[in-house]
Nanobody
Framework: QVQLVESGGGLVQAGGSLRLSCAAS????????MGWFRQAPGKEREFVAA????????YDADSVKGRFTISRDNAKNTVYLQMNSLKPEDTAVYYC??????????????????WGQGTQVTVSS
């Protein structure tokens, strides 16, 4: 089992920044890729970014390229999502997720086995 706890969400004005954190615990050695997803009211959960624990290679969704940066601190078993130039359309519940199967920086929801409880990000115009 892998436990994930997100933090760092909140209310911010358009153009502002937030940094989300995701602390992983438990059998973290089973996880090779971490992802961030988001879900707005009435919409499906969508991929935001992913990163490998080993090597740190990343993959970002087109909608956040150049504005969001995913990173990780292996010593702390923590993954971050730095969000800059936030827009009202970034408003959503943000989830981190752990992939335990062999594979790449997947964007599919069902590629990830473990999920955090989510943290709300609200961007006002």
């Amino acid at each position: 089992q892998v436990q994930l706890v997100e933090s760092g969400g909140g209310l911010v004005q358009a153009g502002g920044s937030l940094r989300l954190s995701c602390a992983a615990s438990g059998r973290t050695f089973n996880s090779n890729v971490m992802g961030w997803f988001r879900q707005a009211p009435g919409k499906e959960r969508e991929f935001v970014a992913a990163i490998r624990w080993s090597g740190g290679s990343t993959y970002d969704a087109d909608s956040v390229k150049g504005r969001f940066t995913i990173s990780r601190d292996n010593a702390k078993n923590t993954v971050y999502l730095q969000m800059n130039s936030l827009k009202p359309e970034d408003t959503a519940v943000y989830y981190c997720a752990a992939r335990t199967t062999i594979g790449g920086l997947a964007r599919a929801v069902d590629a990830y086995a473990y999920w955090g409880q989510g943290t709300q990000v609200t961007v006002s115009s």
